[in-house]
């Protein structure tokens, strides 16, 4: 029940105040949990390790003390949904490849986006909705059924309809047939029994969820990513739409699908892991 007052509370604030002074806020919050946050950290540090080997502690370190001050921001642009209009848009948002989604959905067999725990990925899906796209998001509930419905309400008012995970295969599907869009993360496993696959070079669970839907469906998959630039402006990048011609062998379709969509995250992770949001071991070892 706290977390739904915090998350109350941040709001108020986020919606309140000039953005800048929010985002140096936040900031300062961050520093400060970064201060104390021993587990957290030592978690963060250790997956960028295994990204980049080569790097020295001081470089792993400062990486990590940006993506606790990135996830700070990540967190007041979700707070500030209600004041994102097409003014916002316009000005803060470049759009790259947009008609990749047009190309799509003109085969009229609905659209599998793939994204991942990078950037913003909710406030990509509530541009893209906002553009007048048919979005549906996969979304993992909260324990606590206050704090579901805050998220689940701050999207909705921006026009992302929420699949619940867990109750999402039959809706996906449902939504795929009716040639819209289903948004899910493809990075990471939340019920650990996902495929186990090399990800850097070490195993992890993957999750099946946009290569099974894209595989029964006949959806295109297509990655998207909004990311942070230096200036606190986004852009929204999206990338060709996955061609993969299947096999008799489902396994093997499978694995092949998730391998190609995997090589793509890898590339924005490591352009980008400021802007990767794992606070928790992430490898099978």
């Not at 999750?207 to 852009?235: H, K, Q, Y």
């Amino acid at each position: 029940m706290l977390n739904y007052y915090l998350y109350r509370f941040g709001q108020f604030i986020a919606v309140s105040f000039p953005l800048k002074l929010v985002y140096g806020f936040a900031v300062f919050l961050a520093d400060f949990y970064y201060f104390f946050a021993f587990r957290d950290r030592r978690f963060v540090k250790a997956n960028l390790k295994v990204i980049f080997p080569d790097k020295t502690n001081r470089q792993l370190r400062k990486i990590s003390h940006k993506v606790f001050q990135n996830f700070a921001k990540y967190l007041v642009d979700f707070f500030r949904f209600e004041k994102l209009n097409s003014e916002y848009i316009n000005k803060k948002i470049k759009l790259e490849n947009i008609h990749y989604f047009n190309d799509a959905l003109a085969a009229g067999k609905g659209v599998v986006v793939l994204t991942a725990h990078l950037g913003n990925w909710e406030l990509g899906g509530v541009v893209i909705a906002q553009l007048g796209y048919p979005f549906w998001a996969v979304a993992l509930p909260h324990k606590n059924k206050k704090v579901n419905n805050f998220f689940d309400n701050q999207r909705n008012r921006k026009g992302v309809k929420v699949i619940a995970m867990g109750k999402a295969v039959r809706s996906c599907i449902s939504e795929i047939k009716k040639n819209h869009m289903v948004a899910l993360v493809g990075d990471r496993d939340f019920t650990e029994k996902g495929i186990v696959l090399d990800f850097f070079g070490m195993p992890t669970h993957f999750p099946e969820g946009p290569a099974a839907l894209s595989l029964l469906t006949g959806a295109s998959i297509v990655p998207g990513f909004m990311l942070r630039n230096p200036d606190d402006s986004f852009t929204l990048r999206i990338e060709k739409p996955i061609v993969f011609s299947p096999s008799q062998d489902k396994a093997k379709n499978l694995t092949d699908l998730i391998m190609i969509y995997k090589n793509i995250i890898e590339d924005y992770i490591r352009k980008y892991p400021e802007q990767w949001y794992v606070f928790r071991k992430f490898w099978v070892k």
